[in-house]
C-alpha cells in the first residue's frame, strides 16, 4: 500500500486531507503536526511514497527545512502545500527540490490527480497558479520596528506582551499592527503572521 506522510499544524485541514486521501484512493496516511515530526516520523518509519508539507507548520524554513525532509526521504518525492503561499513562493519550492506544489484551494479531484502525478515520478506544477498575479505584495519594505512587531505576531503575542518586550506604549504596537495588515494586505493579525512566514519576512 502507498504511504504518505501529512505534516500540517492546522488539524482540521490536515485530517481532511489524510481522509479524504485515504477514502479516495487507498493510500496509508501518518500524520504529523511540525516538522521534527515528520523528521521524526521519516526516521522511525523509513522513507515514505510520498511527504506532504505545510509551508508555513512550525519548523518550516526554505529552503534548510525543505532540503532537510528530502535528504531524510530521498529517493522518494517530497511535495509542499499552501493555502496562502504567493506563486513566488511556489516557484522557489519548486527550485528548491520539492516534487510539487500543492494550493489547498485546489479541487479534491485535482489532489489525487496532483498526488498521483508525485508518485508517478513526475512534478507537479499548478500552472494556472504559478502563471497569476499574487494577491500580495512579495517583498513590502517593512521598518526594523514593524519586524520586530511581526515577530511577536507570528510568536503569537498579544499587543500588550509585544509592547513589554520592546519597551514600547500599548498604543504604538496597535498602529504598527495596523501599518503591517495594510502592507501586507492581511485581513487580521493571524493573517499577517501566516504571510509573513510565506514570504520569508522574518
Known sequence: MTRILIADDHDLVRETIATYLHN?????????????????????????????????????????????????????????????ASPDVARRVLDAGARGFLPKTMAPETLISAVRHILAGDTYTPRQFLESESTHPDAPHL??????????????????????????????????????????????????????????LI
Open 143 to 200: 521598518t526594523p520596528r514593524e519586524r520586530d512587531v511581526l515577530r511577536g505576531l507570528c510568536d503569537g503575542k498579544s499587543n500588550k506582551e509585544i509592547a513589554r518586550d520592546l519597551d514600547l506604549q500599548e498604543v504604538t504596537i496597535k498602529l504598527h499592527v495596523k501599518t503591517l495588515s495594510r502592507k501586507l494586505d492581511a485581513r487580521n493579525r493571524t493573517h499577517a503572521a501566516m504571510l509573513s512566514r510565506d514570504l520569508d
Open 24 to 84: 479516495s484512493a487507498g493510500f496509508e496516511i501518518t500524520q504529523c503536526s511540525d516538522l521534527p515530526g515528520a523528521m521524526g516520523k521519516i526516521a522511525a518509519h523509513g522513507a515514505f511514497d510520498l511527504v506532504l508539507l505545510d509551508y508555513t507548520m512550525p519548523g518550516m524554513r526554505l529552503p534548510d527545512g525543505l532540503s532537510d525532509v528530502i535528504e531524510a526521504n530521498a529517493p522518494m518525492p517530497v511535495a509542499m502545500i499552501s493555502g496562502t
